[in-house]
């Protein structure tokens, strides 16, 4: 299995690549969010995406959606799947594709070639995705929000980004023998724990003890650092001084 992190800075850039939207590949085929999807390579690079996971609706994971859309669409009868809890569904087409912010691809898609498929998926559900299997985790965030666990014949991914303290991910997790890795969301800065609990996000304090539940030794990689304060996140995770934890880079393809 291969996990890339996209980032969101566009070259040419002065600094390092951030993540202010998030957008996640899973062997190259399937996406979790679409944050910066929409945005990053050729259409020719983003109509390699077949398959769409959406965590909750967030903008910073659902900006580029209706702009990936389009740049994939072909006219053809082949379009992406987009899966979502019905809480997510029921958004994109009432908020995003409602012919006010965007057009409404989700009805138009029942008139001609469609533009995207809509999948329900909802927390405790599993889906073979392109030889990938997917469980959604429901997590504690300020809206619906699912992580999601991935299974291929490598191993075992477990995906979760934006969620507070939280049980039922790492009681999934200790019962999976074949576990390779984590990602899991560090948002703010220790000192803004006080804006990490009102919004449902993880401090490096808060992530260290979330860490703490899982009872398996596999790396750990910190996302969904808020890229103003990328540098001061990191540095607090890597001052746990817990030998698995890892920051994760933007554009960095992991695999198992």
């Known amino acids: 299995m291969r996990i890339e992190v996209l980032s969101s800075t ?36 983003q ?10 609706t ?21 379009c992406v799947t987009v899966y979502g809890s019905q ?17 409404d691809f989700i009805g138009l898609s029942k008139q ?33 929000t699912s992580a999601f666990l991935l299974r291929d014949p490598g191993g075992t991914i477990l995906f979760a980004t934006d969620t507070g303290p939280t049980e039922a991910i790492w009681k999934r997790a200790n019962q999976v023998n074949e ?3 984590v990602f899991l969301e560090a948002t703010f800065p220790n ?7 009102i919004s449902k996000h993880l401090t490096p304090r808060q992530f260290g003890l979330e860490v703490a539940k899982l009872e398996r030794m596999v790396p750990i990689y910190a996302i969904h650092i808020k890229g103003r304060y990328r540098e001061t ?9 817990i030998p698995n934890v890892f920051v994760a880079e933007p554009f960095q393809e992991y695999s198992w």
């Open 191 to 197: 000192a803004m724990e006080e804006l990490a609990v």
């Open 179 to 181: 576990l390779k890795a």
């Open 87 to 103: 809480s997510v569904l029921d958004c994109l087409q009432a908020d995003f594709f409602n012919n006010r912010v965007w057009p």
């Open 233 to 241: 996140v990191a540095t607090q995770i890597l001052e746990l001084g």
């Open 112 to 144: 001609m070639p469609p533009f995207l498929r809509l999948e329900k998926f909802e927390p405790g559900d599993v889906r073979v995705i392109d030889g990938v299997e997917v469980e959604a985790i429901a997590v504690d965030h300020v809206v619906p």
């Open 47 to 56: 109509s390699r995406v077949r398959h769409l996971l959406l965590t909750h």
């Open 10 to 45: 566009i070259p040419p850039r002065s600094g390092p690549d951030l993540q202010y939207a998030s957008t996640y590949l899973v062997n190259r085929s399937i996406a979790i969010d679409a944050g910066t999807l929409g945005f990053v390579g050729s259409p020719e690079y």
């Open 58 to 78: 967030h903008l910073d994971h659902i900006a580029t959606l209706p702009v990936f859309v389009e740049n994939i669409y072909n006219g053809g009868a082949d």
